[in-house]
């Protein structure tokens, strides 16, 4: 029984997927309640499944190890808002632990991919439709959506894609998901391209550029294609920068500079530890930084750069645990890609490739959903890779 609360989390798996794609925190509750049903059925299977957190120790020590250089930087610089982003990141990160023991204990693995491939195409129709309604029916250009700015937005789908994709690949026998998947890819790429969020396609863009890298190293296509492929990308991107050049600028394009100058002085005055979360606005409009940006009072709140965002503001210890974050995550994806030529591996880190790209324009990292999307993801690739065969997965 596919869907029986008491024998497996199939549902707890849609709920928690579909509650982190969508933005709708609402569906967690039923996300919860199931989980707790499947608790009261199965004591002793569920400690098991607890336990089985035990081969995740090291992703989880450089998860600590993250958080622990966000609080030392609280410490040195003080402030509730500090001690608030330690919190804020711990809660994003629980997915990570949730669909581990959602995917762990009895029960098919291909079944419970499923309901997370169901919960992320709920949720993109969710959030797609509702901004497409903005755009198409009431005439607001570059609406905000259910996970917040154009920018959180078109980095959450670049994100989810190439998951989709690689659940197409695995599910394209199953010829009543297959589809529906296409469908809904369709309409993400879509809804990307109406939002018009320059910073997400570039983020796709690099990931388009990277792809073919990774399957040549994995022996799937030749050198002589990936050039080929790449020297398309390239001349395709110029083309269309000239051609489109006034469309894809904008009359406060001068402001990001302006602002990774301002952070990167702050940073340089207070290089430990930073000035502390939420305090960027009232560093550089009070005149003791270069500022550009002097008559644009109470709108740039923070510096509009994954990089610089962390450096100002939490130091070289928060940007430090960042990096070393991301690089462990890289570093055990790609043993994963050219060891086992695992599909779900090069989903996560292109899309991880695709975040750093778009990080350069936004800081989605630190948005609550995109962060909560983004550690349930990788929570599906560590557990495949720690329980089965790459090659499977």
Same mark, same amino acid.
Do not use: M
């Given at each position: 029984m596919y869907l029986g609360l008491t024998n497996n989390?199939?549902?707890?798996?849609? %709920? =928690?997927?579909?509650?982190?794609? &969508?933005?709708? /925190?609402s569906f967690f509750v039923p996300a919860l309640l199931c989980l707790i049903i499947y608790y009261v059925k199965n004591r002793s299977e569920f400690k098991q499944d607890i336990c089985s957190l035990e081969k995740f120790k090291t992703t989880i020590f450089f998860m600590i190890l993250f958080l622990g250089c966000l609080l030392v930087s609280w410490a040195i610089t003080g402030g509730a808002e500090g001690l608030k982003l330690v919190r804020n990141n711990f809660e994003r990160m629980l997915p990570f632990i949730f669909v581990v023991i959602g995917l762990a204990g009895k029960g098919e693995i291909k079944e419970k991919l499923k309901y997370i491939l169901y919960g992320s195409c709920l949720g993109i129709w969710i959030v797609c439709f509702s901004v497409l309604y903005k755009i198409f029916g009431l005439g607001i250009e570059r609406s905000t959506s259910l996970l917040g700015s154009v920018n959180i937005l078109g980095g959450t789908?670049?994100?989810?894609?190439?998951?989709?994709?690689?659940?197409?690949?695995? %599910?394209?026998?199953?010829?009543?998901?297959?589809? %529906?998947?296409?469908?809904? &890819?369709? =309409?993400?790429?879509?809804?990307?391209?109406?939002?018009? +969020?320059?910073?997400?396609?570039?983020?796709?863009?690099?990931?388009?550029?990277?792809?073919? =890298?990774?399957? !040549?190293?994995?022996?799937?296509? &030749?050198?002589?294609?990936?050039?080929?492929?790449?020297?398309?990308?390239?001349?395709?991107?110029?083309?269309?920068?000239?051609?489109?050049?006034? +469309?894809? #600028?904008? /009359? !406060?394009?001068?402001?990001?500079? /302006?602002?990774?100058?301002?952070?990167?002085?702050?940073?340089?005055?207070?290089?430990?530890?930073?000035?502390?979360? &939420? $305090?960027?606005? +009232?560093?550089?409009?009070?005149?003791?930084?270069?500022?550009?940006?002097?008559?644009?009072?109470?709108?740039?709140? #923070?510096? #509009? $750069?994954?990089?610089?965002?962390?450096?100002?503001?939490?130091?070289?210890?928060?940007?430090? /645990?960042?990096?070393?974050?991301l690089f462990y995550q890289l570093k055990i994806l790609w043993n994963s890609i050219t060891e086992g030529k695992s599909i779900m591996s090069i989903a996560m880190f292109v899309a991880i490739i695709g975040m750093l790209a778009h990080g350069w324009f936004d800081v989605c990292f630190s948005a609550r959903y995109y962060a909560m999307t983004y550690w349930l993801l990788f929570g599906v690739v560590s557990y495949l890779k720690n329980q089965y065969n790459w090659s499977k997965y």
């Open positions: 989390k199939n549902l707890f798996l849609l %709920f =928690l997927t579909l509650a982190c794609v &969508s933005g709708i /925190g789908l670049i994100l989810i894609l190439p998951f989709i994709f690689a659940f197409i690949i695995k %599910f394209r026998n199953e010829k009543k998901i297959f589809p %529906f998947v296409i469908i809904t &890819s369709i =309409l993400l790429l879509f809804t990307l391209l109406v939002i018009k +969020s320059r910073g997400s396609w570039l983020g796709l863009y690099v990931i388009l550029l990277v792809l073919p =890298l990774l399957l !040549y190293k994995i022996n799937q296509i &030749s050198l002589k294609k990936v050039l080929l492929i790449d020297l398309l990308l390239i001349v395709g991107a110029a083309a269309t920068y000239f051609i489109f050049y006034d +469309s894809l #600028h904008r /009359g !406060y394009d001068f402001v990001r500079p /302006g602002l990774r100058v301002v952070a990167w002085n702050i940073f340089l005055d207070y290089p430990l530890a930073g000035i502390g979360p &939420s $305090n960027f606005i +009232s560093n550089y409009t009070n005149g003791n930084f270069v500022n550009p940006l002097a008559q644009v009072n109470g709108v740039w709140t #923070h510096a #509009h $750069n994954i990089y610089f965002k962390f450096l100002s503001e939490n130091g070289i210890l928060g940007f430090s /645990g960042f990096i070393v974050l």
